[in-house]
């Protein structure tokens, strides 16, 4: 089985008819030991003159068994058995005709065959049979092309509109798939649509009124106009009634929102819906209501009404539908479903755990601090008896619930630590302990209590990885408690209990206590000492490492304990550049470990906070990118620093995204990344030498200022050899005026000696010549200057900067295809950071505002609303207001639109 | 593209009481390939199969983004599989018109055993409730009249029949009948 899993030509049927064999399990089956080979044989009678119906259509069914086991026909076979099956038009039987129709869909012929079976197909069209024509409608319109729906559009015209319910049905539905491509040629029967829509047939008039909208979807008015008639002509089909129900949420949703106390429009349809008669209409107009943005509570009421008695239905369906979307009005609106926290708790012991596990999320979401204690009695029996899938979401729901309610830690803590003692697979244990630890920093009396449930876990735990990083936080914690020296034995059990992994973590952890607690220095000594004869080498290392510094079994005071990776603040990759350069020189000297630039080291606990955070309350959106930026940045800082001459320049401001000079497939390629410091511009050149038969020597950039006045040549950088197929880099360094957005164009020179290589002994060429190579030239714009950089709050400094720096202006942006587009290019080109998630547009809005952020070189922030609106022809225009520090800036950030 | 408001079913299966496959139709790109299809019916009858629900009932279960509706009757497993912002009742809806249109097709005896030997007419009945993804009926008795073809004669009237052919085609429905 394993082996047909993996090949994605190879059937199903083959592995299941060995197990069948092997369970010997000869339970009768028409198709018992079917092969492909056989069947297509038998398909032949397709042919014969004398047609045995019966006989045809079970060859026929064996075919259709066959491809729907995952075998597959090659072309030819393919072609053989269309071409017979197209013999059976002939065919008088209706039930083979009507298996014939079915094969046809599935035994896809090419293009040029279809030609064959049109003709027949043509003739059933108009056959006087419902059902031929029902049919023959459906497979050619599955398979022509626009030259034959051309031909045959007549006849699908008047099948719109056919007494029969089987062939306007037949018609609707294919044409709602001949739309992507053909929506002309079905516009053109939109009067005939329009009189199905009427129809007395449920079904005719669901797909009539699906096609009308779907021909109508990228008109606003036009749909307006279609909601607006359908709910005057009142539409009979539950299902075209729920259909209604989407397009009014879709024009509720684009309307602009009605000011405060007024009723918007359509509500009052979609709230008489919840009274109709089908649960489908009810249910969805209730979902139409809960999903409005901004609903208010008055709104929700009578939907969340509904809702609740669909809660206590019989059918599993029902109470799940409506359990569904009362959890996801908790997210928002708690306050509106708490009426239904009673019927919830009855569901907490629902037969369908999907149900019970989204009824306990929604109660935990609504439940008040006094309901915690009796929610968590209920919930322990539940617990026992669910999947882990749904034990995960439950305890992410409780660290929420922990969050929200820090004083309830004692009891939830108790019964996060009561299911980690409950059999469970990696992720569920890994998603509790993940709450523990994330409670624990967030809750500091919560501290010593979670750690002590943490330390009996990992007394029994069998997954390292979870024993490694518990270890590693009571080395971090504990020692900082009231009695570290109760830790110590649960940490030294794990010495001479577990795997090497977990010995050698608790090995560091336990060196911690002896750093930082200088009474259990003595203790943790010897405890360490039994290490140095542990069988695994990456143990032993480390107990010699730590009593190296704890000072040994004797007592002294240990020297450098900061080196028991208290404070390794140092990035690993930073570290592991530093080495490696190290090893390329020749390691000659000692390595220093000041070196290694320590930026970037962010602070991972922030990090783990708020990522704990966005998992708790259910957040789905990216988190801020910063962190990603993060290790380019930190790269480019290492490579600066290993040129001396940019030390003084300070703090780097900005490194922009690398620039191509050259073309591609070119003798050399550059690559220019500039750096923007407060009083000075560095551009990085990484240069590869893409010919092998030469190396370049002494290469640098030379630089024409002509069209930068304001910058001063500080340095050049060479690249004193350049390889082939090595990338090094060359430097240039200018100053500027500082804190200025100076702009200008650089025109760049590569300069070089180039060196022939001999191909025949790979010997370079003793003289050389110089060689000058033109590169495109570089820009630096006022953009370049620009940061992106958060605010926390965007009004509130907003309303902190000075309104005297404010300047607006408006701005055509011409014709886009969408708002979501301008949007995306206007940032782009201020290259500011976009706050609140303004840089998402609404789908179908027709205007929006984005706010954004960011800092300018010299620290100075710049605030800037924008507001887009675009009209019927996609004409963009917009309104950039800027607040900063002075008029200047505020000034600089317009003139950045306006050359853009 | 299709109009997403639009309702769709993703796909529609046949399991027997071991999840192996007896009819399935997928109406998305993404089960494209014969492997990925049957690993997502071995996680649909995983996550299904264990039921505590009565039989016979409509249970409905959601994972991996999909809404799935799914009915046990002996030792056959239905189901339909939507995406997870499809109107469940919409899916239920057309649950209920399979399985009500495969029990009217094999006259109530609704087990591996006879769909198998019947094999056409449920597919037949797939054929005839989703085209394409699409709803296109969910009516049973609807759906189980338009699979026999009942209303279309036979074009030649039973007069017009010579001998041999009228005593052929009783046999026939002799022998249909003894089958069923």
């Not at chain 1, 096609?211 to 606003?220: G, I, S, T, V, Y």
């Not at chain 1, 279609?226 to 009979?236: A, E, G, H, Q, T």
Request: proline content about 4%.
């Amino acid at each position: 089985m394993a082996s047909t899993a993996q090949d994605p030509s190879a059937p199903l049927l083959r592995g299941d008819k060995k197990e069948e064999d092997r369970d010997d399990e000869t339970e009768f089956s028409p198709f018992f030991g079917i092969e492909k080979g056989l069947v297509l044989q038998e398909a032949r009678i397709f042919n014969s003159p004398h047609i045995d119906a019966r006989r045809c259509q079970q060859v026929i069914t064996k075919l259709l068994y066959l491809l729907c086991q995952g075998e597959t026909f090659s072309k030819k076979e393919a072609s053989e058995v269309f071409f017979s099956v197209t013999k059976l038009f002939q065919n008088k039987d209706s039930n083979l005709r009507r298996m014939v129709y079915l094969v046809i869909k599935d035994v896809c012929p090419s293009a040029d065959e279809v030609i064959i079976i049109t003709s027949s197909l043509m003739k059933d069209m108009n056959s006087k049979t419902d059902l031929y024509r029902a049919n023959a409608i459906r497979v050619l319109c599955s398979i022509l092309d626009s030259q034959l729906l051309g031909q045959i559009e007549r006849y699908l015209k008047q099948g719109i509109v056919d007494k029969s319910p089987v062939v306007s049905s037949a018609v609707l539905v294919s044409a709602v798939h001949l739309l992507e491509g053909n929506s002309e040629i079905v516009k053109r029967w939109t009067n005939e649509i329009q009189e199905a829509q009427h129809s007395t047939h449920s079904m005719v008039q669901f797909h009539a009124v699906a096609l009308l909208h779907a021909l109508r979807a990228n008109d606003r008015l036009a749909v307006s106009k279609l909601v607006s008639d359908l709910i005057k002509s009142s539409v009979r089909s539950p299902l075209a009634q729920c259909l209604l129900v989407r397009y009014v949420a879709q024009v509720i949703a684009e309307s602009t929102a009605a000011p405060t106390g007024e009723t918007r429009p359509f509500y009052d349809f979609l709230e008489s819906c919840l009274r109709h008669k089908a649960e489908m209409v009810i249910f969805e107009a209730a979902r139409a209501i809960c999903n409005m943005r901004n609903v208010t509570l008055r709104e929700l009421l009578p939907a969340v009404t509904v809702l609740q008695l669909f809660l206590s239905s019989s059918k599993p369906v029902l109470r799940f539908a409506a359990v569904r979307n009362i959890n996801k009005v908790a997210q928002t609106n708690p306050g509106a479903v708490v009426n239904c926290n009673l019927d919830m708790e009855a569901l907490i012991s629902d037969s369908n755990r999907s149900i019970a596990t989204l009824a306990i999320t929604t109660l935990l979401k609504t439940s008040t601090e006094g309901s915690v204690e009796r929610l968590l009695k209920q919930m322990t029996s539940f617990m026992s008896d669910i999947p882990d899938e749904f034990k995960i979401v439950v305890v992410e729901a409780i660290r929420t619930l922990c969050l929200k309610f820090p004083q309830k830690y004692r009891a939830l803590m108790n019964f996060l630590s009561n299911v980690l003692r409950e059999d469970g697979g990696f992720d569920f244990k890994k998603a509790i302990v993940d709450s523990v630890l994330i409670l624990i920093r967030e809750i500091p009396e919560a501290k010593e209590p979670g750690l002590a449930h943490l330390c009996e876990f990992i007394e029994d735990c069998e997954f390292t990885y979870l024993s490694t990083q518990i270890l590693h936080l009571l080395g971090l914690e504990g020692p900082k408690t009231k009695e570290p020296a109760k830790y110590i034995r649960y940490i030294y059990n794990r010495i001479i209990l577990e795997n090497a992994t977990v010995r050698a973590a608790a090995v560091s952890s336990l060196a911690k206590y002896g750093a930082l607690v200088p009474e259990l220095r003595p203790r943790i000594s010897i405890l360490l000492q039994r290490a140095l004869h542990d069988n695994d080498d990456e143990v032993r290392d480390r107990a010699t490492l730590y009593l190296r510094e704890l000072g040994g079994l004797n007592g002294s005071t240990p020297s450098q304990t900061d080196y028991i990776d208290l404070n390794w603040t140092l990035p690993n990759k930073n570290l592991e550049t530093c080495l490696r350069q190290y090893l390329e020189n020749g390691a000659t000297q000692p390595f220093d470990l000041a070196v290694v630039p320590a930026a970037a080291a962010e602070k991972p606990r922030v990090d783990l906070a708020t990522k704990g955070k966005g998992a708790s309350t259910m957040a789905n959106g990216p988190t801020p990118s910063s962190t990603k930026q993060e290790p380019a940045a930190a790269d480019y800082t290492s490579q600066l620093r290993a040129i001396p001459q940019f030390a003084m320049y300070g703090e780097l401001f900005k490194s922009c995204a690398a620039q191509q000079l050259t073309e591609e497939e070119t003798e050399y390629s550059i690559l220019c990344i500039k750096h923007i410091f407060d009083a000075h511009v560095v551009f990085q050149f990484d240069c590869t030498n893409t010919v092998q038969e030469q190396v370049l020597q002494d290469v640098n950039v030379i630089i024409d200022l002509a069209e930068a006045e304001e910058f001063e040549e500080e340095v050049l950088v060479p690249l004193a050899r350049m390889a082939y197929g090595d990338v090094g880099q060359c430097w240039a360094a200018f100053s500027k005026p500082a804190g200025a957005l100076t702009t200008g164009r650089f025109v760049n020179t590569l300069r070089s000696r180039v060196k022939e290589i001999d191909p025949s002994t790979g010997e370079e060429e003793e003289e050389g010549y110089e060689d000058d190579y033109q590169l495109e030239d570089l820009e630096l714009a006022a953009a370049d200057y620009i940061k992106a950089e958060a605010v926390s709050n965007f009004r509130n400094a907003w309303e902190a900067a000075e309104a005297e720096s404010e300047m607006t202006d408006d701005y055509g942006l011409g014709v886009k295809d969408s708002l979501q587009d301008a949007v995306e290019a206007v940032i782009a080109i201020l290259g500011l950071r976009a706050c609140e998630g303004s840089d998402a547009v609404p789908p179908n809005a027709r205007s929006h505002t984005v706010l954004l952020s960011g800092l300018l070189v010299g620290g100075v922030q710049v605030l800037v609303r924008m507001m887009f609106g675009i009209d019927m022809t996609r004409n963009v225009a917009m309104k950039l207001v800027v607040r900063s520090d002075c008029m200047e800036t505020s000034e600089a950030i317009h003139y950045i639109i306006q050359n853009a | 593209m299709i109009d997403p408001t639009i309702p769709r079913v993703s796909s529609m299966l046949l399991l027997d009481a071991e999840g192996k496959r007896i009819a399935v139709k997928y109406y998305t790109p993404e089960w494209s390939t014969v492997p990925a299809q049957s690993t997502f019916e071995k996680s649909v009858f995983a996550k299904t199969s264990r039921t505590t629900a009565a039989r016979g009932e409509v249970d409905i279960t959601l994972f991996d983004e999909v809404v799935v509706v799914f009915k046990f009757i002996g030792d056959l497993m239905f189901y339909i599989v939507g995406t997870q912002d499809e109107n469940e009742l919409i899916l239920s809806q057309v649950l209920t018109g399979f399985c009500e249109a495969i029990s009217l097709l094999l006259r109530g005896a609704v087990e591996k055993k006879t769909v198998l030997e019947n094999l056409d007419l449920v597919l037949l009945a797939m054929d005839e409730i989703i085209d394409g993804g699409l709803i296109l009926e969910t009516d049973s008795t609807t759906i189980a009249s338009r699979v026999t073809m009942r209303g279309a004669e036979n074009e030649t009237p039973l007069a017009e029949q010579t001998l041999s052919q009228a005593f052929a085609s009783a046999k026939e429905q002799i022998a249909r009948s003894l089958l069923k």
